[in-house]
């Protein structure tokens, strides 16, 4: 049987990516953000690849667990934490390590007396975005409670997150930077603070561990760079097969609510891909796929399960041709997603189980 859509992903792109984030960050450790099913590329297969990465961060409890009884032995570390007891305690049975980042989460671990403790814990510190973290002034008083605490063997390190990295030289990102170096450097503790943004663009921010998510997976943080001026190689090419096609005339309305109309006699082809495979509708009309080595218009809105495009310039189709939504030389994620008025993270994190995944080496 035939399935699509697919997403090829190229796990050598993977590791070729991997290593750009090691020449960059030489005398860093690596913590690869793997959260949202590794932006959609298969959290436990990405987790497999990268088996030189020091560790990995995932947003959530579940997520790490799923890691685990995958059998990735690395530490994981939770960017959200926990908020209970119970979670505390499978936190620790699963050897997952938690970022402690409000003051309620301090109370909880002073009050238990976990059958088996933590490690590789982190504070995360507020120094600009105003997500998650304790403000510089919170962080002594943080510190004795994680440090002394039966709970947590080994000290806790300093985390903080950018909120401006993509925007190069913004004064922001010196301003948070300097705040969690200052705190850093007052406690002895290690650091991690750079995102992929960072690791290309903010040297001084490296520290002790980098925490790179997007750049792993070849799409560019920067809106102004390509992720092949950054040399990163895009993982994901996202395909679909050609079902049909059809002739129009001159008035013929595509789609729902007509919103495309052909002004001249024409072809179109619709493509098994869909907002149902989490496709975005908001490429109606924008989008641009790739048939034949030739970049063609979405036309009309995307539906659940469908999408038309302009074959009037292509020759040679035929149904059952494939069809590349993105990952090609000819057109990028980074390119939809500014087709979609979002970024490449949304794009690639919301295709769902509707998509297959299919691995491969080169
Ligand atoms: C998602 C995330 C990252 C990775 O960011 P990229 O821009 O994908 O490199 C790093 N740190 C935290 C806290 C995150 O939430």
Same mark, same amino acid.
């Given at each position: 049987?035939?399935?699509?859509?697919?997403?090829?992903?190229?796990?050598?792109?993977?590791?070729?990516?991997?290593?750009?984030?090691?020449?960059?960050?030489?005398?860093?450790?690596?913590?690869?953000?793997?959260?949202?099913?590794?932006?959609?590329?298969?959290?436990?297969?990405?987790?497999?690849?990268?088996?030189?990465?020091?560790?990995?961060?995932?947003?959530?409890?579940?997520?790490?667990?799923?890691?685990?009884?995958?059998?990735?032995?690395?530490?994981?570390?939770?960017?959200?934490?926990?908020?209970?007891?119970?979670?505390?305690?499978?936190?620790?049975?699963?050897?997952?390590? #938690?970022?402690?980042?409000?003051?309620?989460?301090?109370?909880?671990?002073?009050?238990?007396?976990?059958?088996?403790?933590?490690?590789?814990?982190?504070?995360?510190?507020?120094?600009?975005?105003?997500?998650?973290?304790?403000?510089?002034?919170?962080?002594?008083?943080?510190?004795?409670?994680?440090?002394?605490?039966?709970?947590?063997?080994?000290?806790?390190?300093?985390?903080?997150?950018?909120?401006?990295?993509?925007? !190069?030289?913004?004064?922001?990102?010196?301003?948070?930077? *300097?705040?969690? =170096?200052?705190?850093?450097?007052?406690?002895?503790?290690?650091?991690? =603070?750079?995102?992929?943004?960072?690791?290309?663009? #903010?040297?001084?921010?490296?520290? *002790?561990?980098?925490?790179?998510?997007?750049?792993?997976?070849?799409?560019?943080?920067?809106?102004?760079?390509?992720?092949?001026?950054? *040399?990163?190689?895009?993982?994901?090419?996202?395909?679909?097969?050609?079902?049909?096609?059809?002739?129009?005339?001159?008035?013929?309305?595509?789609?729902?609510?007509?919103?495309?109309?052909?002004?001249?006699?024409?072809?179109?082809?619709?493509?098994?891909?869909?907002?149902?495979?989490?496709?975005?509708?908001?490429?109606?009309?924008?989008?641009?796929?790739?048939? &034949?080595?030739?970049?063609?218009? !979405?036309?009309?809105?995307?539906? =659940?399960? =469908?999408?038309?495009?302009?074959?009037?310039?292509?020759?040679?189709?035929?149904?059952?041709?494939?069809?590349?939504?993105?990952?090609? *030389?000819?057109?990028?994620?980074?390119?939809?997603?500014?087709?979609?008025?979002?970024?490449?993270?949304?794009?690639?994190?919301?295709?769902?189980?509707?998509?297959?995944?299919?691995?491969? &080496?080169?």
């Amino acid at each position: 049987m035939s399935s699509y859509p697919v997403a090829h992903i190229n796990l050598a792109a993977l590791q070729h990516n991997f290593q750009r984030v090691k020449q960059l960050a030489p005398n860093s450790k690596i913590m690869s953000v793997i959260k949202a099913d590794a932006y959609g590329h298969g959290a436990i297969q990405v987790a497999q690849a990268l088996h030189d990465s020091d560790g990995f961060a995932v947003a959530r409890l579940s997520e790490g667990l799923r890691l685990r009884a995958a059998g990735i032995q690395q530490p994981i570390v939770i960017l959200e934490g926990v908020n209970s007891i119970a979670d505390l305690q499978t936190a620790a049975d699963n050897f997952l390590s #938690i970022v402690f980042h409000h003051a309620s989460q301090l109370e909880l671990i002073a009050t238990v007396r976990l059958t088996r403790p933590l490690t590789f814990c982190w504070l995360m510190v507020e120094t600009g975005m105003h997500r998650l973290g304790l403000s510089t002034d919170q962080i002594e008083g943080a510190l004795n409670v994680l440090n002394t605490s039966p709970n947590i063997i080994g000290e806790a390190g300093l985390m903080s997150h950018f909120a401006n990295s993509d925007l !190069v030289g913004d004064p922001r990102n010196q301003q948070q930077l *300097d705040l969690l =170096m200052d705190s850093a450097q007052q406690y002895g503790l290690e650091t991690c =603070m750079a995102n992929s943004a960072a690791i290309m663009s #903010i040297e001084a921010s490296h520290g *002790d561990w980098v925490r790179p998510g997007i750049m792993l997976y070849g799409a560019s943080p920067f809106e102004d760079k390509t992720a092949q001026d950054l *040399d990163l190689k895009s993982v994901m090419m996202l395909k679909s097969e050609l079902i049909a096609m059809h002739t129009l005339q001159v008035g013929d309305n595509v789609g729902y609510g007509g919103t495309w109309i052909a002004d001249k006699p024409g072809r179109i082809g619709i493509v098994s891909i869909g907002y149902g495979d989490g496709y975005s509708r908001h490429l109606s009309n924008v989008g641009s796929v790739v048939i &034949h080595q030739q970049k063609v218009q !979405v036309v009309g809105r995307v539906s =659940m399960d =469908m999408i038309a495009i302009n074959l009037s310039n292509v020759s040679d189709v035929c149904v059952g041709d494939t069809v590349i939504m993105w990952g090609n *030389d000819l057109l990028t994620v980074d390119d939809m997603a500014v087709q979609a008025n979002t970024i490449s993270y949304e794009l690639l994190c919301q295709l769902n189980e509707r998509v297959k995944r299919e691995y491969h &080496h080169g």
